[in-house]
């Protein structure tokens, strides 16, 4: 058998791998490019391994998508920082095919290289790189060096940026969209590595080809460059240059870009000020939560409460807030769902009076919408109002909604609501929760669906951690001892799977006194079932009881069940044993 020193064995084997029919064969190969790298050594890896990927030209999408992702921390094996070039040209070659995620992976990995590499190895072996890229025949080779500027333009010369700014400027207006759209993604990061005066001169003009593109799919990426450059200008220049783009965009014929400009809008108010924010983005912001189009509304309404921090309350109550009324009627469920899930957050920006005013009767509206989506945004926020106006005048419309929602008929809203009980009752309070609450939750235990009884246990057991023992011994803890008698052995199992979630909490006096006779007793239980199951709940509560109510009373009950005819409790009962003999030993 050849060994890992011979010369040609790890080379010969790899390519036998890489040619070989079996894709699964060429993915596990390409996977172990590090392994065979550490035995081949950097020299030969320089040398033998990284020309023959150089050359490969394997036609499957996931063995190429592989080799660009272990090429991009390859710098370790082929001698450091020193020889990272050598690792370009793989790289240039994926680059170039025509699987996107493919092209992706590899330009990330140049762009990790890239900013590894020495500055005189970046001007002799990438920006060179870059160029072919940028000249290439074919349109992947252009979309991808696109990706690549901002890592080859802060260590060029003064006429290398030159050529490089010029060669930007000539995608921008290539004749494939596909580049152009490349360009305009990546113009962000591009002009964050260029000097202030180029930026005025050159990328703004990049900026303005792209935002007058015909092609929409170019638009609304130029959209995303709308925040990036004007976190970049000073606000003065941000609003000569931005400002009559984003309010072109706003109001533009493809309600994609419109989209693009309400979920951009934001953070476009933050580089501009809060004046010009006032004049002219509040009108454009108006319009697109009027919107024809609801997939622009929707974008829009989920930043309403970001938009009014940025106004003072007056002005969001004059120009958003009726906006937010007509939203909350909307036509389209998902509008209000999206509304839903910030307006609350509305509350602190507006104040209490014109949260009670204003504010509340949208809320309440929403509360009773027939989609249980908008309903369980507006539940989930409740904290949030909460501490503007205090949860007395939320609790009498609240309580009709959370009952509703507890007995939607689809499951995952019941579940939904249950994981959001814990929160109510911290807002809600005892009394609230005792009066209103309390019988919901026992109900839930005893629910179709396995996931809602599961829920409805750990939402028992965060109830006690949040009311504490005493609250529990006299709310909880009865009822569900009580339901243990229930006929169907499904339902007994989730008494037993909620006992042994309360035990750790409640302590070893009451689970000693209350919850331990229970568990004996289902000990006995007709059901196999049920009965390896109480040997589980009895291991897992050793550790919380006192050494002599285990010798007393549950070891007697455990070696019972290791004589019981069915192998699975002799199982279990024998496990619980161990458990009970492991503590007897270290005590």
Not at 28 to 40: K, Y
Not at 570 to 585: E, I, K, P, S
Request: glycine share 4%; with cysteine; charged share 25%.
């Amino acid at each position: 058998m050849a060994t890992i020193d011979e010369p040609l064995y790890p080379i010969a084997i790899l390519i036998d791998e890489l040619k070989n029919e079996d894709i699964q064969l060429r993915l596990n190969s390409t996977r172990r490019l590090s392994t065979i790298a550490r035995a081949l050594g950097e020299e030969r890896t320089r040398k033998e391994l990284i020309p023959f990927l150089s050359e490969n030209n394997d036609d499957d999408d996931e063995v190429l998508l592989i080799m660009a992702e272990e090429l991009g921390v390859f710098i370790p094996y082929v001698g450091g920082v020193d020889y990272a070039h050598v690792l370009l040209p793989p790289l240039e070659s994926l680059c170039t095919v025509e699987e996107t995620c493919v092209r992706d992976k590899a330009v990330e990995s140049l762009c990790r290289i890239g900013s590894k590499m020495k500055e005189g190895d970046l001007i002799d072996w990438f920006i060179p790189l870059v160029k072919r890229l940028a000249a290439g025949e074919w349109f992947t080779a252009r979309v991808s060096a696109c990706g690549l500027f901002h890592i080859a333009y802060p260590s060029a010369s003064e006429l290398l940026k030159a050529e490089l700014r010029s060669i930007y400027g000539q995608i921008c207006q290539d004749d494939m969209p596909m580049v152009r759209r490349s360009a305009a993604s990546n113009l962000g990061k591009f002009a964050a590595t260029v000097e202030p005066q180029y930026l005025k001169i050159d990328i703004m003009s990049f900026f303005n080809d792209l935002t007058h593109d015909d092609q929409d799919s170019v638009r609304l990426l130029a959209v995303e460059g709308c925040a990036a450059l004007g976190k970049l200008l000073e606000p003065q220049d941000c609003a000569e240059h931005i400002l009559p783009i984003i309010l072109s965009f706003s109001q533009d014929k493809s309600w994609r870009v419109r989209y693009m400009v309400a979920n951009q809008l934001y953070e476009l108010c933050e580089a501009i000020g809060s004046e010009s924010t006032r004049m002219d983005l509040v009108p454009a912001y108006v319009r697109l939560l009027r919107d024809n189009e609801a997939e622009v509304r929707i974008a829009a309404a989920g930043k309403v409460t970001k938009f009014c921090r940025i106004l003072d309350p007056q002005h969001a109550i004059q120009h958003i807030l009726p906006c937010v009324k007509d939203l909350a009627a909307d036509s389209s469920q998902h509008v209000r769902s999206a509304l839903a899930s910030v307006i609350m957050g509305m509350a602190p920006v507006l104040g209490k009076e014109a949260t009670l005013e204003q504010l509340l009767p949208i809320f309440l509206a929403l509360l009773k919408d027939e989609f249980p989506d908008v309903r369980l945004n507006i539940i989930s926020k409740l904290d949030q109002v909460n501490q503007v106006i205090g949860i007395d005048l939320l609790s009498q419309s609240l309580l009709p909604a959370i009952v509703e929602l507890a007995e939607d008929r689809h499951w995952r809203v019941r579940l939904a609501i249950i994981e959001y009980i814990p929160l109510l009752a911290s807002q809600l309070g005892i009394g609230f929760f005792n009066d209103k609450l309390g019988s919901l939750c026992m109900k839930w235990l005893e629910d179709q669906v396995f996931s809602i009884r599961d829920a409805a246990a750990n939402n028992l057991k965060r109830l006690t951690e949040e009311f504490g023992h005493e609250w529990a011994m006299q709310h909880i803890v009865p009822q569900v001892l009580q339901m243990i008698n229930n006929p169907h052995y499904l339902y007994r199992m989730t008494i037993l799977h909620t006992i042994s979630l309360l035990a750790p909490v409640m302590g070893p006096e009451i689970t000693s006194q209350r919850m331990l006779p229970v568990i004996i007793n289902v000990a006995k239980d007709r059901v196999p079932n049920m009965k390896f199951n109480a040997a589980k709940v009895l291991q897992a509560i050793i550790p919380i009881l006192d050494q002599s109510v285990i010798e007393q009373t549950v070891r007697p009950c455990l070696i019972e069940l290791t004589e019981d005819p069915d192998v699975d409790v002799r199982y279990f009962a024998g496990q619980a044993l161990q458990a009970c003999n492991d503590v007897t030993m270290s005590s």
